[in-house]
């Protein structure tokens, strides 16, 4: 039980701090409400499914042969989700009352599909917090689940986080500065990410 709370906090660290995921999340929370944001959230939570699989498939193998393959999918994930900062950072008008569509499910998942930091913690977990039992692909599943349960709790509080500052920001003037300062943040955090 000690290794499973072990990998749990571990999880929880790595993708509860601030990166591309979660301040989209807590973008589109603060500016659609976690009722519209909830196709993105799925979203989001989708392409981690993938992320885990593909990482759990031998990634790491695959990007430390070919550098190359590594490179484009940074280049390719930071422009996608600098689209997703413009999304957040362009919606009009006040919190409670928006003119534009919220980000939907593909949004969510194609961004945690190409992002660089998803990748990076699942590395990180798989190569150092690997559950361990009798057999391996056991061991790949139960580390797999936990880590997806902690990922549905983080990116839920993410989300409901940023709904909750939508009483703060219900001015239109208020509520630009808050997408603003979201969207400035996910492209720092894509810019971190792709450097690092």
């Known amino acids: 039980m000690e290794v499973v709370l072990s990998l749990a906090l571990t999880t ?22 976690f009722r519209q944001g909830s196709g993105f ?11 885990i699989a593909i990482v759990a498939a031998g990634l790491g193998t695959l990007f430390n042969a070919y550098p190359t393959i590594k490179i484009v999918c940074q280049l390719a994930a930071a422009g996608y989700l600098c689209f997703v900062a413009y999304r957040i950072a362009t919606a009009q008008g006040g919190i409670t009352s928006q003119t534009g569509q919220p980000p939907v499910f593909k949004d969510g998942f194609i961004l945690n599909l190409i992002n660089p930091k ?10 150092n917090n690997m559950l361990q039992t009798h057999s391996p692909l056991l061991n790949l599943l139960l580390t ?4 997806f349960l902690v990922a549905v709790i983080v990116d839920t509080l993410w989300m409901a986080a940023g709904a909750k500052l ?12 808050l997408r603003l300062v979201f969207a400035l943040a996910l492209v720092v955090s894509v810019m971190v990410a792709v450097v690092g």
């Open 144 to 147: 797999a689940t936990v880590c």
């Open 166 to 177: 939508r009483v703060f920001f219900a001015k239109p003037k208020q509520a630009k500065r």
């Open 118 to 127: 998803a990748y990076a913690a699942f590395l990180a977990i798989f190569a």
């Open 12 to 33: 929880a660290l790595l993708l509860g701090s601030p990166g591309p995921a979660p301040l989209a999340l807590a973008g589109v929370g603060a500016s659609f409400g």
């Open 41 to 51: 959230l799925a979203g989001i939570l989708g392409g981690l499914l993938v992320v």
